[in-house]
């Protein structure tokens, strides 16, 4: 069974940043693809970035040049860095992971208004 805890949401203003942070339990969190989704109020959950387990990222084009996505395996940490953040950015974040079975956090409310 594998366990995500999010945290890192807030409120920021439009241009501004934030570090979210997925802490993640499993003895094989090396071998996890993980990624961050996200959903917005009124809208379907949609994917934001993928890190597989050998370290290749890839973004949705709403992320590209904006969000960077890392892990720290020794830490078993996920974490999604987001910069020039503007309103449409607003939503819950979720952190997920891929090991034989799909596991899911509950999610951190990031809101973007000045």
């Known amino acids: 069974q594998v366990q995500l805890v999010e945290s890192g949401g807030g409120l920021v203003q439009p241009g501004g940043s934030l570090r979210l942070s997925c802490a993640a339990s499993g003895s094989m969190f090396s071998a996890y693809a993980m990624g961050w989704y996200r959903q917005a109020p009124g809208k379907q959950r949609e994917w934001v970035a993928t890190i597989a387990s050998s370290g290749r990222t890839s973004y949705a084009d709403s992320a590209k040049g904006r969000f960077t996505i890392s892990k720290d395996n020794a830490k078993m940490m996920l974490y999604l860095q987001m910069n020039s953040l503007n309103p449409e950015d607003t939503a819950i974040y979720y952190c997920?992971?891929?090991?034989?079975?799909?596991?899911w956090g509950r999610g951190t409310q990031v809101s973007v208004s000045s």
């Open positions: 997920k992971a891929v090991y034989v079975n799909t596991y």
